[in-house]
C-alpha cells in the first residue's frame, strides 16, 4: 500500500531555530515523485518542491532544505533560522501513476 | 491571473440535499483533482481526471461524482450528501505530458461543506 507519514503532529519553536520536518513514504513502485506542500493560516496550498525517485540529491533553496534518502524511504524538510511567517501546515505527498497520497501533515508554529 | 477557481467556498446544506461544487481553471491544464481535508488526514484524492471524458476513482470517491466534459472546468457532485461529506474540499490543476501529470498541483482556495 502507498502511504505517507508524518510523526510529528505539532511543532514548536522559537524565531531563528532550525527545524525539520519529518516525512516517511511507502510505496512499492520504483517509479514516484515526492512533494511537500505548504498552508499557512490563511488556508491556500502551496507548492515548494517536487522529487522523482531517480533523483536523491538533497536541495536547498534559501532558508529551505531538502534530504531525500531512498534507503531509509524518507523525504525530510529544514527551515533553517525560521521566522514567524513559516508558521503553516506542512504537508509531504507522493505521487505514484497519478495518485497522490498526502500525509496528515505537522502543524508548525514558529513564536516571536 | 493563473488560478483554480472553486464554487462556493462556504456552503451548509442538509442531508440528502444534491449538490455540486464547481471547479475551473485558467492555465490549459490537462490533469484536475479534487481533495477533501479531514483534521489528522491530510488531504484525501476523491477523484482525478487526465483530459476530457478521462476520470478515475481516487482514495475516497464513494458519495461522489465528478464530469470533465470541457477541459477547464472538473466539478464534483454530492448527489445524496450526508453528515460524514462534512468537509474541506480543494480542487487542484496540473499540467500534463502524455499520460502523466507533472505533479505540481496548483489548488484552489477550497469550500468548506457542512452538512447537517
Known amino acids: 500500500a502507498q502511504k505517507v507519514t508524518q510523526a510529528q503532529t505539532e511543532i514548536s519553536v522559537v524565531e531563528k531555530e532550525d527545524v525539520t520536518l519529518d516525512c516517511v513514504y511507502e510505496?512499492?513502485?520504483?517509479?514516484?515523485?515526492l512533494f511537500w506542500y505548504k498552508q499557512p493560516p490563511s488556508g491556500e496550498l502551496v507548492f515548494l518542491i517536487r522529487?522523482?525517485?531517480?533523483?536523491?540529491q538533497n536541495e536547498i533553496s534559501g532558508r529551505y532544505s531538502w534530504n531525500f534518502q531512498k534507503s531509509t524511504s524518507s523525504f525530510n524538510f529544514t527551515i533553517t533560522a525560521s521566522q514567524v511567517v513559516d508558521s503553516a501546515v506542512y504537508f509531504c505527498?507522493?505521487?505514484?501513476?497519478?495518485?497522490?497520497?498526502f500525509g496528515p501533515g505537522t502543524r508548525l508554529s514558529v513564536l516571536p | 491571473e493563473a488560478q483554480v477557481t472553486q464554487n462556493p467556498r462556504y456552503l451548509i446544506t442538509v442531508t440528502g440535499k444534491k449538490l455540486t461544487v464547481t471547479c475551473s481553471q485558467n492555465?490549459?491544464?490537462?490533469?484536475m483533482s479534487w481533495y477533501r481535508q479531514d483534521p489528522g488526514l491530510g488531504l484525501r484524492q476523491i477523484y482525478y481526471s487526465m483530459n476530457v471524458e478521462a476520470t478515475d476513482k481516487g482514495d475516497v470517491p464513494e458519495g461522489y461524482k465528478v464530469s470533465r466534459k470541457e477541459k477547464r472546468n472538473f466539478p464534483l457532485i454530492l448527489e445524496s450528501p450526508s453528515p460524514n461529506q462534512t468537509s474541506l474540499y480543494f480542487c487542484a490543476s496540473s499540467l500534463g505530458r502524455g499520460a502523466r501529470t507533472t505533479g505540481e498541483l496548483f489548488f484552489g482556495e477550497g469550500s468548506r461543506l457542512t452538512v447537517l
Open positions: 492555465m490549459n491544464h490537462e490533469y
Open positions: 505527498a507522493l505521487l505514484y501513476g497519478q495518485n497522490f497520497v
Open positions: 510505496t512499492r513502485d520504483t517509479t514516484y515523485y
Open positions: 522529487r522523482n525517485s531517480f533523483d536523491e
